[in-house]
């Protein structure tokens, strides 16, 4: 029964990471953020689509601290784009842990500096 569960979990998390609005959010992290701008040249825009993309792989990140789906297939599959994203929206996601408080994206802070070491 735990097996089926997490597979339901693991197609829920794809599909959801699979979505349209994730996956831009995802590309405009990677390719117009990373490669042309500094954090202090961030448009809302840039934000909104850094914060999707952040809390996306939050959930990924949660899920995965819990055990509630197969660690090695996020991190075989997305763990190189979770790592990336992480650092480009490093100061990112410490304002907003700043802000929120140091347990807000604690599992996705991890999951990014487990896939750095």
Not at 10 to 23: D, F, K, M, S
Not at 63 to 77: A, G, P, S
Request: aromatic fraction near 8%; charge should be positive.
């Amino acid at each position: 029964m735990h097996k089926a569960i997490r597979a339901q979990n693991l197609a829920w998390l794809v599909q959801y990471l699979q979505a349209p609005n994730e996956r831009e959010a995802r590309h405009i992290v990677l390719t117009q953020i990373r490669t042309t701008l500094s954090p202090g040249e961030w448009h809302p825009d840039h934000r909104r689509a850094a914060g999707t993309a952040c809390a996306a792989y939050s959930i990924a990140a949660v899920f995965v601290e819990l055990n509630r789906v197969d660690k090695d297939v996020i991190v075989n599959n997305w763990g190189p784009s979770i790592w990336a994203v992480g650092k480009v929206c490093e100061h990112y996601i410490a304002d907003q842990r700043r802000q929120m408080g140091e347990a807000y994206w604690r599992a996705l802070a991890a999951l990014i500096k487990e896939l750095g070491d």
